[in-house]
């Protein structure tokens, strides 16, 4: 079992940025890959960012890419989400969730276990 609690989430102004962090439990974190996703009111939960086990490998939802950075620290069991540039359409509640492989995946219904989310509002 993981259990995964984000912070960092807040309202802020178009063009700040935020730093997301999901801490994990467990001592194998290292083990999971991890990922980012958001719901937007009214949306379904869209893909954010994923990161492999080791970190060597990222990918990016398309429209995201070059203004947020998936990042982690296998020694505190977390992974960030830095999110820079941040847009009225970035307001969501933000999950991280942890697959229980080592590869990153862009789809939901690969990752095994989910945190609760962190409410992210940019104001214009």
């Known amino acids: 079992q993981v259990q995964l609690v984000e912070s960092g989430g807040g309202l802020v102004q178009a063009g700040d940025s935020l730093r997301l962090s999901c801490a994990a439990s467990g001592r194998t974190f290292r083990n999971y890959a991890m990922g980012w996703f958001r719901q937007a009111p009214g949306k379904e939960r869209e893909f954010v960012a994923t990161?492999?086990?080791?970190?060597?490998?990222?990918y990016y939802a398309g429209t995201l890419k070059g203004r947020f950075t998936i990042s982690r620290d296998n020694a505190k069991n977390t992974v960030y989400l830095q999110m820079n540039s941040l847009k009225p359409e970035d307001t969501a509640v933000y999950y991280c969730?942890?697959?229980?492989?080592?590869?990153?995946?862009?789809?939901?219904?690969?990752?095994?276990?989910w945190g609760q989310g962190t409410q992210v509002t940019v104001s214009s």
């Open positions: 990161i492999s086990g080791g970190g060597e490998t990222t």
């Open positions: 969730a942890a697959r229980s492989l080592l590869g990153p995946a862009p789809t939901e219904k690969y990752y095994d276990y």
